[in-house]
């Protein structure tokens, strides 16, 4: 009688792929998410597979930024009639200075940052109205409002919420793990992601270095 022969059971790996990107140049775009070469195969491949139980135990803004950034490139509307079609999940319109607004800081470059006060100088308004803009923009982190800090280069907000502290460069310090500063947790993980540290009072630890300022007649994106 032969011998019955055993079976090697493969653990089975779960597998997070970024869908392709748009055939619009997208040059002066940096972006969270990895860089996929047109024939598919990631440069990062660590970043894009990964097994179930790493993706449960490890908060990693690679991951995030692949499934969520990946999915807002493909809605963010580019043309005029787009954008008048457009509404946010909310069902509200996103003016003309928002899309300004968007526009500028899908150039700043991945590793750099820029200030509320630079938009403003840049494209008209008020640090206060950028700002504005940002804290309400449907396309993060596509659009990557995380590259943007206060002028003294405190960490400031994301997404709605400020950093837990005053915007002084003495006392106090960010508790990003408290509870209601989930957004500035993510702020700063895109940010440490990209090479940019941020202390524990919520300050850029490299400052003048990484801050960029438009070049004149720069595209849109």
């Given at each position: 009688m032969p011998k019955a022969q055993s079976l090697k059971v493969l653990n089975r790996e779960e597998f997070i792929y970024a869908p392709s990107r748009p055939k619009t140049p997208l040059s002066s775009v940096s972006s969270s998410a990895p860089n996929i070469p047109e024939n598919g195969t990631s440069s990062t491949p660590a970043a894009l597979r990964t097994t179930r139980a790493e993706s449960t135990s490890k908060n990693s803004t690679d991951v995030e930024a692949l499934d969520v950034t990946s999915e807002i490139q493909t809605a963010f509307p580019r043309g005029e009639a787009e954008r008048l079609k457009y509404r946010t999940k909310e069902g509200k319109k996103v003016t003309p200075y928002q899309w300004d607004v968007y526009d500028f800081i899908m150039k700043?470059?991945?590793g750099k940052v820029t200030t509320y006060k630079i938009i403003s100088d840049s494209i008209g308004g008020s640090a206060r109205s950028a700002g504005g803009a940002l804290k309400i923009n449907p396309f993060a982190p596509y659009v990557p409002c995380h590259r943007v800090v206060a002028s003294n280069f405190f960490i400031?907000?994301?997404c709605g919420q400020w950093a837990g502290r005053e915007s002084s460069n003495t006392g106090g310090s960010v508790k990003p793990e408290d509870k209601d500063q989930h957004q500035i947790?993510?702020?700063?993980g895109f940010l440490k992601e990209e090479g940019v540290e941020v202390d524990g009072k919520g300050f850029l630890m490299t400052q003048k270095s990484v801050?960029?300022?438009p070049v004149l007649g720069s595209p849109p994106f």
């Open positions: 700043i470059p991945r400031g907000g994301y947790r993510r702020k700063i801050i960029w300022r």
